[in-house]
């Protein structure tokens, strides 16, 4: 909610939302988006790589993700939420 309202302010919309998560099903993450988001938002349960070197379609290193995805003129968003509390 915060972000989308920071971009609405701006005159920016969502074209795309990529998200991630290991221990949430496609169904349960779908309950939580917004109807408007539903048709650019694409789900992936599972976990990310923290190196490059282990980047695979199952578990991607996000930096990498982001490079073949975004363009020069797109405006990335990266919001990282840890999971775990030895890392927290």
């Known amino acids: 909610d915060y972000f989308v309202k920071i971009w ?4 920016h ?3 795309a939302i990529y998200a991630f998560e290991m221990n949430t099903s496609g169904e ?3 309950e939580t988006v917004p109807e408007e988001f539903k048709s650019i938002t694409r789900f992936q349960q599972c ?3 923290s ?6 379609d199952e578990h991607p290193f996000l930096p990498l993700l982001i490079k073949q ?3 020069p003129n797109d405006y990335v968003l990266f919001k ?3 999971d ?3 890392v927290e």
């Open 47 to 49: 976990s990310v790589s």
């Open 69 to 71: 995805i975004a363009t």
């Open 28 to 30: 349960k993450f779908d």
């Open 84 to 86: 775990s509390p030895g």
């Open 13 to 15: 919309a969502f074209d």
């Open 8 to 11: 609405d302010r701006s005159g």
């Open 80 to 82: 990282l939420d840890i």
């Open 51 to 56: 190196k490059p070197e282990d980047h695979s």
